[in-house]
């Protein structure tokens, strides 16, 4: 079996036994909390070193419409952050201490989390939550927030924190020419950034259908 792994210092006390036992973390055995700890502390500068790029820009709830925003609880304003995506782990492996996507604020605080499988009849679960189908860019996904989210640690947006704030801090060099995590304020640039993200993903199940 292909193990991935992150930069050790993601990685809590008992993932490091199992790896170093020679098994495999049991995702199912990994509660919520366990992860959201180890991830404390974790910065732009560690994703970008263990390979994560940025393929958005901040993203928020300010373009959905108004009967989305009433059926999630949500206001407009509601962040989802800038997301790192590290396209190597796009696979059916479940590591819940090596998340595909990294959330970001505008002021480089880490927000959370997200998995992201090729989609399944049936989906994927972590956490005791189910994943579910994302249409724009052909993924299940279940999201998990570092911060607390008064709609829960599992949700899609989190109104407890914004994208209006200051533009997000990453080195000058982030790697593979992603967007520089400005506030999303307009359709045109979020459209733009899932046009990103579509074309990365679909670079990714091309180079794996020639291997």
């Not at 020679?22 to 180890?38: D, I, K, L, P, Y």
């Not at 860019?137 to 704030?165: E, I, K, R, Y």
Request: aromatic share 8%; glycine share 8%; proline share 6%.
């Amino acid at each position: 079996m292909r193990t991935r792994m992150l930069r050790l210092t993601f990685i809590p006390l008992v993932a490091l036994i199992a790896i170093a036992a020679g098994t495999a973390v049991n995702a199912q055995s990994v509660t919520s909390e366990e992860v959201r700890s180890s991830f404390s502390g974790v910065t732009i500068e560690d994703v970008l070193a263990a390979g994560y790029v940025p393929i958005t820009p901040c993203v928020d709830a300010s373009e959905l419409p108004g009967a989305a925003l009433i059926a999630l609880n949500i206001s407009s304003s509601a962040g989802m952050g800038v997301h790192y995506l590290n396209e190597s782990f796009l696979d059916l492996v479940l590591n819940p201490f090596e998340p595909e996507v990294f959330m970001f604020g505008p002021d480089g605080a880490l927000w959370g989390v997200e998995y992201l499988t090729p989609p399944q009849a049936n989906p994927a679960d972590l956490f005791g939550e189910d994943f579910h189908y994302v249409a724009e860019v052909d993924l299940d996904a279940l999201h998990l927030w570092v911060v607390d989210n008064p709609g829960g640690q599992f949700a899609d947006f989190n109104d407890a924190v914004s994208c209006s704030t200051a533009v997000v801090l990453q080195p000058a060099d982030t790697g593979s020419g992603g967007l520089d995590g400005r506030s999303n304020t307009s359709a045109a640039f979020w459209l733009a950034a899932v046009a990103v993200m579509l074309v990365t993903l679909t670079a990714v199940r091309l180079r794996r259908q020639e291997d």
